[in-house]
């Protein structure tokens, strides 16, 4: 069985993880988590397990990844992006290590997942680690924009985690601009493959623009019948990628997609339930309550 390590039990190991203090506007619940780290605090070895956020490292120093059957000898200085649904170890072989990483949880990661780019992103494999090795310039550009983050996350500045997305946007564009030279990937396994047209294929659905807008791919068989894959085989590839079903995965996005409308639209309840695919609104307010633990109404006030 392999172990599934939270954000909350990273800040209970990390020596030097102080979470974020909840500032007076509640951006920071609105915003989803996240946080920056330098690397100088690390452990030299962490066992092999699942994250529960995803974390995109800049490694000044030298050692060994090993996720799958996939092993890479960081030698030099890199850039890595590690997925949530990918299990890995890591071994430091530095005596100092230096750099920085931040770390982030799926409700940051949706208010960016919109765009063209992060679907070339290195951020949206699902079953693999990128790992691109960096020149000194580029090593300097990157310092630079961890070391902006560190400051703004500190900041009280109200928008302060729009402007956050906006360096992790830098750093994905860097990594975009090297990955058709420099990214190190193993063979798309067909769970992988399936797994990632699922998860473009549910992108492409978002933004809802109106309420006359309504999903055209609503439940697990409607994704199966598009990607020609019966059910069974759309599940079990889910679940040996992500270890969530496709139901857990479209409920999940529909819950966050109902929070943006309800706090963003003037909609009613009833134009959000029937844009979300629910036949009746009484339908949409059982499982949002039973999700969230509230009304869609009292969640809008």
């Not at 019948?225 to 085989?233: E, F, G, K, M, Y």
Request: with cysteine; glycine share 4%.
């Amino acid at each position: 069985m392999i172990i599934s390590e939270s954000i909350e039990d990273f800040y209970k190991s990390h020596p030097a993880a102080k979470p974020i203090p909840v500032d007076p506007y509640h951006a920071y619940q609105q915003q989803g988590h996240f946080n920056v780290f330098s690397r100088k605090f690390c452990n030299r070895y962490n066992a092999y397990s699942r994250r529960d956020y995803y974390k995109i490292s800049l490694i000044l120093g030298k050692g060994k990844l090993l996720y799958g059957d996939t092993e890479i000898e960081i030698d030099r200085n890199a850039l890595v992006f590690f997925n949530r649904n990918v299990p890995y170890s890591w071994e430091t072989f530095s005596e100092n290590q230096s750099g920085y990483f931040c770390l982030f949880n799926d409700e940051f990661l949706n208010g960016m997942n919109h765009t063209k780019i992060f679907m070339d992103s290195p951020v949206s494999k699902i079953d693999t680690i990128p790992v691109f090795f960096i020149t000194e310039q580029q090593e300097k550009y990157l310092v630079d924009i961890y070391q902006k983050m560190s400051v703004e996350v500190e900041s009280s500045y109200i928008h302060k985690y729009e402007l956050i997305k906006n360096y992790v946007n830098l750093i994905i564009h860097e990594a975009v601009k090297m990955q058709s030279s420099q990214i190190h990937d193993t063979h798309i396994s067909g769970s992988g493959r399936i797994a990632s047209y699922f998860v473009e294929l549910m992108n492409r659905q978002f933004p809802i623009d109106s309420p006359e807008h309504k999903l055209q791919l609503r439940t697990a068989k409607d994704y199966a019948q598009r990607l020609s894959v019966h059910i069974n085989h759309l599940n079990r590839a889910l679940k040996e990628v992500t270890g969530k079903t496709t139901t857990e995965h479209i409920t999940e996005r529909l819950i966050h997609e109902s929070k943006i409308l309800l706090k963003n639209s003037n909609w009613s309840i009833s134009e959000i339930a029937y844009c979300l695919g629910f036949e009746y609104p009484e339908y949409f307010n059982n499982l949002f309550k039973k999700q969230t633990g509230m009304t869609p109404n009292s969640f809008r006030k």
